[in-house]
């Protein structure tokens, strides 16, 4: 045990969709899975391996938490329930970003919001973090006048967000979208 949680074997892109097919067989009703971070890394091919999968419950599927207990055991792999809006205000319209992945039984798998997972990891501002970012935006998955726009449309409510600064969080959004900008002209000049 560390930190309270049992040491488990990382997730790759073969675990991952061994357990979208799982919890599409084993959950007694429809709903919808959002995959966040290193999941959504995972899928779209900038990671190798993450070592929790974050996900998001919306609407919640029947059964589900039974089936999440078992695949914990049976993939020897984490699995949290977190995602962007644990730690942001939900942005306006994240469900309508969100990227349909695939169906799996009566589940419907999506990746959460790129610019909300690029907004939290930019409160956040860990060095992996920012090469997400970074890795987000080389795969075109939001584009900065979105961020920019979501991080306006969010900054009144992030007083109810303690842990975030939201001055350091404009001064993150504003320097990452001056410097990637900055890249792309130079690379068309």
């Not at 899975?33 to 391996?49: E, P, Q």
């Not at 974050?54 to 599927?61: A, F, G, T, V, Y």
């Not at 589900?64 to 995602?83: G, R, T, V």
């Not at 306006?152 to 410097?179: G, K």
């Amino acid at each position: 045990m560390w930190n309270g949680k049992k040491m488990r074997e990382n997730v790759d892109s073969q675990k991952l969709e061994r357990l979208m097919q799982i919890l599409g067989r084993d959950a007694q009703g429809s709903g919808r899975i959002y995959f966040t971070g290193g999941a959504s890394a995972l899928l779209i091919g900038w990671r190798n391996s993450t070592v929790d999968v974050d996900i998001r419950l919306d609407p919640e599927p029947r059964g589900i938490f039974q089936a999440i207990a078992k695949l914990k055991q049976e993939l020897n792999i984490n699995i949290e329930l977190a995602s962007p809006q644990d730690f942001l205000p939900p942005l306006p319209g994240w469900r309508d970003r969100s990227v349909f992945i695939g169906k799996r039984g009566q589940i419907s798998f999506y990746h959460y919001d790129f610019t909300a997972q690029a907004l939290s990891k930019l409160s956040r501002g860990f060095d992996r973090d920012m090469k997400d970012v970074e890795a987000m935006y080389e795969q075109k998955l939001f584009s900065l006048n979105q961020l920019g726009n979501c991080f306006e449309a969010i900054a009144p409510d992030l007083i109810r967000f303690p842990s975030v600064d939201s001055d350091v969080l404009r001064s993150r959004v504003e320097n990452l979208s001056q410097r990637l900008q900055e890249q792309e002209s130079e690379e068309r000049s």
